[in-house]
Nanobody
Framework: EVQLQACGGGMVKSGGSLRLSCVVSAFTFGTSGIAWFRQAPGKEREGLACIRTSDGATWYGDSVKERFTISSENDKNTVYLEMNSLKPEDTGIYYC?????????????????????WGQGTLVTVSS
């Protein structure tokens, strides 16, 4: 059974930083697309960043470009999301998601419907 375990959320002041981790098990991690999504209160789930684990290629949503960095450690089956210059509007539940690489393209990688496997989410709260 594929499992994704996200952690690292917490409460931080505006301008602060956090690093989220997502450990993926029972999945072909080395040839996958792993993404981070955020669901803010009352809003739809938003795609933030995605990494293609076979070559490390990355993509970012406009709202987090230049502030967030996605990376992976393939030998640990782990993907990270380094978040800097956090703003109150970054508050939400952060989910990691996994899919076979062949299904993750620049056109689909920020779409909720692309990903089959999801973690349980970790809460990030940014205070002003």
């Amino acid at each position: 059974e594929v499992q994704l375990q996200a952690c690292g959320g917490g409460m931080v002041k505006s301008g602060g930083s956090l690093r989220l981790s997502c450990v993926v098990s029972a999945f072909t991690f080395g040839t996958s697309g792993i993404a981070w999504f955020r669901q803010a209160p009352g809003k739809e789930r938003e795609g933030l960043a995605c990494i293609r684990t076979s070559d490390g290629a990355t993509w970012y949503g406009d709202s987090v470009k230049e502030r967030f960095t996605i990376s992976s450690e393939n030998d640990k089956n782990t993907v990270y999301l380094e978040m800097n210059s956090l703003k109150p509007e970054d508050t939400g539940i952060y989910y990691c998601a996994a899919e076979e690489e062949i299904r993750v393209t620049p056109a689909t990688m920020m779409l909720f419907s692309t990903f089959t496997y999801w973690g349980q989410g970790t809460l990030v709260t940014v205070s002003s």
